[in-house]
């Protein structure tokens, strides 16, 4: 089950169950002590795209309604079964380059990063595999952004952080995009400046995104791209060190 914080995220709504009860080994909030207690940085909220599943497995998180609202036992035997593939509780070697870029910014020592921030999958339904296409674009229906919108808006207001950077241009649009349409009165998007206003908290959150660390092709190479390495430097050194 959820923790009791994340349980009635979009509970007796768009996932009746709660959001984070109907998947709990998707709860991507995976956050170790030091995002809340290391006095060298502030707190970071790092969002990936989505986990994705291979055509072989049971085709029934291709199917959004049958996910999100559908026979709760048979997705989560589909996930116990594929538990090593979704947990974002594990080492991931592409996100290791993010890691890294972090130790150098605040003299860390994290392998994983959620060890020093929080990290979490934006979509909650996996993607599939189209030959060498693995991103979440095109599966995307309405339900899967009502209900990754949702859990993102529950998830920042529990944990109040400093700065949110995604490592996916498209679900860092798509959350825009939500936050353009929907009834949430707490969380409001200031495009111009790129920060969040959160009434809960009268406070503001700036938020970015970067390049996916294994990107390919030249505008959206990690190391050369203007959207890649330099660019997640500059805004832990701007946003999430303390006293640089």
């Known amino acids: 089950m959820a923790t009791d914080k994340y349980s009635n995220i979009g509970k007796d ?8 009860n109907r998947f709990p080994i998707l709860e991507s909030v995976t956050l170790g002590d030091n995002y809340w207690n290391n006095p060298r940085h502030n707190k970071l909220m790092i969002i990936a ?14 199917n ?23 947990s974002t509780w594990k080492y991931y070697r592409t996100f290791s380059k993010l890691c890294k870029v972090m130790n150098e910014v605040a003299n860390t020592h994290c392998k994983s990063v959620y060890e020093e921030a929080v990290f ?13 296409d693995r991103s979440f674009k095109k599966d995307c229906e309405p339900l899967d952004r009502d209900v990754a919108g949702t859990a993102l808006c529950g998830a920042i207001d529990i944990l109040n952080p400093d700065i949110v950077i995604f490592a996916s241009k498209y679900a860092y649009d798509e959350f825009k995009d939500y936050l353009g349409y929907s009834d949430n009165t707490n969380i409001r998007f200031v495009s111009e400046y790129k920060y969040l206003e959160l009434a809960k908290y009268n406070r503001k959150i700036r938020i970015d995104y970067v390049n996916h660390p294994a990107a390919r092709g030249y505008y959206n190479n990690w190391y050369k791209s203007e959207n890649g390495k330099q660019k997640f430097e500059c805004l832990l050194k701007e946003y999430w060190l303390r006293n640089p």
């Open 64 to 86: 959004p309604v049958t996910w999100y609202q559908g026979e709760a036992s048979i997705i989560k035997q589909l996930l116990k079964d594929q538990e090593k593939k979704v």
């Open 13 to 20: 709504g768009i996932v009746k169950e709660g959001i984070f």
């Open 49 to 62: 795209e989505s986990n994705y599943l291979n055509d072989n497995v049971d085709s029934v998180f291709k």
């Open 120 to 132: 979490y999958n934006y979509f909650l339904r996996p993607a599939s595999v189209k030959g060498t």
